[in-house]
């Protein structure tokens, strides 16, 4: 295991999946665990692909409490894959996040 780290910036229509933000460009990335920072100063959604401007876990504004999220599979061998989180937020805004592969 080892912890990687990634980054998306908002496109046009908020909405954009973690995964886009791997280096090197990969269409699936199952991993063990996920924090997710927001460094805008506009408050961001982290969801499945329905989320939206009303939902999704909210994660405050860089700087704001409560800080960044951490989500973590159930266990049982279970994983988390990037392809399937999302974020949504204001254009041009920058998330970063970091996850263990």
Partial sequence: MALHTGQVTIPAGGKVALVTGVTPTATR??????????NSTHTIRVGDSTVSATVGQVVAASNA???????????GGLLLELALIFVFGTQGDVVDFTYVK
């Avoid at 990335?29 to 927001?38: D, G, I, M």
């Fill in 29 to 38: 990335t199952p991993c063990y665990e996920l924090t997710v920072q927001n």
């Fill in 65 to 75: 409490a409560p800080g960044p999220i951490m989500f973590r599979p159930p266990g």
